[in-house]
């Protein structure tokens, strides 16, 4: 059974650091995409950053040069680290992972995915 464990989340002031992690457990798929989505309260969730197998990112424009997606494959874990954070960053981030490698169209689209962590709250002071 697979299961996606956020941590990471908490409280800063704007223009501070924090590293988001997500461990993946029984998740043995050789093409596949791994996601960062949020959701903000009264906002539909929206992807963030993706990764794929092949290590190809992707970003949403608003955190592109402040957040950098990575995985460990050694250690099955996904991370977002996020700098210059900013008080609309403020949502509940979750992870997510399909079990094919989705085309680029398909990127962020919440359906694609098939299993998800139960969110870690980050909050953004200004």
């Known amino acids: 059974q697979v299961q996606l464990v956020e941590s990471g989340g908490g409280s800063v002031q704007a223009g501070g650091s924090l590293r988001l992690s997500c461990a993946a457990s029984?998740?043995?798929?050789?093409?596949?995409?791994l996601a960062w989505f949020r959701q903000a309260p009264g906002n539909l969730r929206e992807a963030v950053a993706t990764i794929d197998d092949d290590g190809i990112t992707t970003y949403a424009d608003s955190v592109k040069g402040r957040f950098t997606i990575s995985q460990d494959n050694a250690d099955n874990t996904l991370y977002l680290q996020m700098n210059s954070l900013k008080p609309e960053d403020t949502a509940i981030y979750y992870c997510?992972?399909?079990?094919?490698?989705?085309?680029?169209?398909?990127?962020?689209?919440?359906?694609?995915?098939?299993?998800w962590g139960q969110g870690t709250q980050v909050t953004v002071s200004s």
């Open positions: 997510a992972a399909s079990t094919r490698r989705l085309q680029w169209w398909l990127l962020s689209e919440s359906d694609e995915y098939n299993y």
């Open positions: 029984g998740y043995t798929y050789s093409k596949y995409s």
